[in-house]
């Protein structure tokens, strides 16, 4: 178990270091921006929804936002609302080499998956063999993307389809 009140700027560097050593932790319970809470927790297609959402996802089982506090109970007061998160950690056996991948498919947000992928040197061809064979539409982009269709998308590239 972990509990911090963490500086905001590099809540994403200490984060990804938990993930990447998830199996040392059962839960980790911090206070980060109130905003940072939400892209978490977001949900496919949503506006939030991105490579932090998708990666909390991965390595948790769960997330509860457990308050949210107000820039007055602070001295100085931030400009920012924080919230308090619970993370319970994945118990299952997770390969890291998916954190990677998720960055690169999210690198270009508002471009296809596609194109993501053809900018991580997988040919055209085999990038429409894996979204055939996923039923994926060519125009999808990274973020209607579930976490399952990640893990599969993964699997069949680094399993060369």
């Known amino acids: 178990m972990a509990i911090g009140n963490i500086p905001y700027n590099i809540t994403t560097s200490i984060l990804f270091h938990i993930f990447k050593n998830y199996?040392?932790?059962?839960?980790?319970?911090l206070m980060v921006q109130d905003e940072y809470a939400k892209r978490m927790?977001?949900?496919?297609?949503?506006?939030?929804?991105?490579k932090l959402s998708l990666t909390t996802q991965l390595f948790t089982d769960s997330i509860e936002y457990i308050t949210k506090v107000e820039p007055t109970k602070f001295i100085p007061q931030?400009?920012?609302?924080s919230a308090v998160i619970k993370l319970n950690l994945s118990t299952n056996k997770?390969?890291?080499?998916?954190?990677?991948?998720?960055?690169?498919?999210?690198?270009m947000r508002r471009k296809t998956l596609s194109n993501n992928l053809k900018r991580?040197?997988?040919t055209k061809e085999d990038i429409d063999k894996v979204l055939k064979r996923l039923n994926l539409k060519p125009t999808i982009?990274?973020?209607?993307?579930?976490?399952?269709d990640v893990k599969n998308l993964f699997e069949l590239l680094k399993n060369n389809i």
């Open 41 to 50: 927790s977001a949900k496919v297609s949503s506006s939030e929804y991105g």
């Open 23 to 29: 199996e040392k932790f059962e839960s980790v319970t």
């Open 78 to 81: 931030p400009k920012v609302n």
């Open 120 to 122: 991580m040197n997988y």
């Open 141 to 148: 982009r990274p973020q209607e993307l579930t976490l399952l």
């Open 94 to 107: 997770i390969d890291k080499e998916l954190i990677p991948f998720i960055k690169n498919i999210f690198s």
